[in-house]
């Protein structure tokens, strides 16, 4: 072969070989809505989903839920109610469902600081990890919603995040798809759709994203009661450290983020206004909300005098950035401010106290490791990777 063909042949080579390149990163490049199917994609007979786990053994959700959603539950009502999660068009434009700023993988919540609704309006808050929604009174950053049943209607109805604006028009769109009518009745027993049974499905589906499968929960002995007495045998020494500092009378963290929920503590008497239902209206009543000293002055007062939510901590290392408005990037800057951040703020929570002003907790970096390490065996990878929570518009 003479030289030159030997040169042509390894040029043509090399252009076929960029052009091979161009192509595959071109494709790579197409934007992932195109992967969403028009249908959800459904297994034959539907997942189970009422036969919860808790560090091991089984329960009905049911015999869980406390509210008026506690109806008609049964596995087709949920997996309607996930359809109805994941569905974009439940919102004005077609282009947001709640799984848009609830994404399975993160613990429900968002990784952004402030979630964007639709039209690119953003939301003034740090979306929520939504888990164990049954055992919760208190919803929202600043606990204006009681129950996941009172809670399903309102962001398809708020202006920022889905924008619907009528019953009416959220009834006729999904009754004019194919596959609503069939859905609500097998859920249901008819194809009738109504702004009642919408909610009801959805809270079906939220009630059902419970987090009880953490390597905590595998370590605990749930018959010998409380958590902090326990030594679970499947920690490290550094998790098992975290434990301790978790549950300290100097640290306090599990008096605010109490019980096996790691959430507000909702007793009478307990100082956060718990218990049950029926006072959420009276502004006096903090239910479950405290004010942790982040700010001197607060741009968003929560329920009032700088008081939020005391969120539950499952899944926490997933669902940064944190607090209600998504201002600590790590779990180590949460620390940060427990250790040495907090405000003096008027209303201050008394646990931040001492002789009536800010006492920062001053911890260690070796204290603060090992409370983060604490902090990740919540973490509920069933919840976060089983595909009867994932998003069925999507194939799997
Ligand atoms: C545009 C983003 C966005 C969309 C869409 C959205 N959410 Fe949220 N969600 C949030 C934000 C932000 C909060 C906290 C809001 C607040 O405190 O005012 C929240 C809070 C919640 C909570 C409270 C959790 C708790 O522990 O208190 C639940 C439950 C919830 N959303 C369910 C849903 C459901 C069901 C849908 C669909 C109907 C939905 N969300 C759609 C952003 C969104
Ligand atoms: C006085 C009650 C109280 C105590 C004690 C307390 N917390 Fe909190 N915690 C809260 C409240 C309220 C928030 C939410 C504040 C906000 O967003 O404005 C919060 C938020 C958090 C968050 C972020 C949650 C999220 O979803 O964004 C983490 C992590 C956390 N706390 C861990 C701890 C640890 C660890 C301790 C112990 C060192 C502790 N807390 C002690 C009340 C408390």
Known sequence: MKNSTILSVKVLFILCATAVMIFSACKKSQPTATSRSETPILPSTPYEYLAV??????????????????????????????????DTKLSINNTISCGSCHKQALGFADNVAASIGFSDRVTPRNSMAIQNAVHNNNMFWDSRAQSPMELSMMPVFNHLEMGMETDQMLESKLAATTYYPELFE???????????????????????LFSKQSKFDEGMTFTLGNPADQTPSNFS????????????ESFKCSECHAGDNFSAPDFVGGGYGGSG????????????????GLDFVYKDNGRGEGKFKIPSLRNIALTGPYMHDGRFKTLNDVLNHYSHGIKNHPSLD??????????PLNMSEGEKMALISFLNTLTDYNLTTNPKFSDPFVAH
């Not at 098992?240 to 500092?245: C, D, H, V, Y």
Request: with cysteine; hydrophobic share 35%.
């Open 53 to 86: 786990e808790e560090g091991g053994r089984t329960m009905d959700i049911t015999n869980l839920i406390h509210d008026e959603s506690n109806t008609m539950v049964s596995n087709e009502s949920v997996t309607l109610g996930r359809v109805l999660f994941y």
């Open 186 to 208: 097998k859920a249901f027993g008819s194809k009738q759709i109504t702004k009642n049974k919408i909610a009801l499905a959805m809270t079906h589906f939220v009630n059902c």
């Open 237 to 248: 020494p550094l998790e098992l450290e975290g434990k301790k500092l978790f549950f300290s």
């Open 277 to 292: 239902f029926g006072n959420n209206n009276d502004p006096s009543n903090p239910r479950g909300t405290a004010n942790i």
């Open 350 to 359: 008394d646990k931040f106290k001492a002789n009536g002003v800010a006492k």
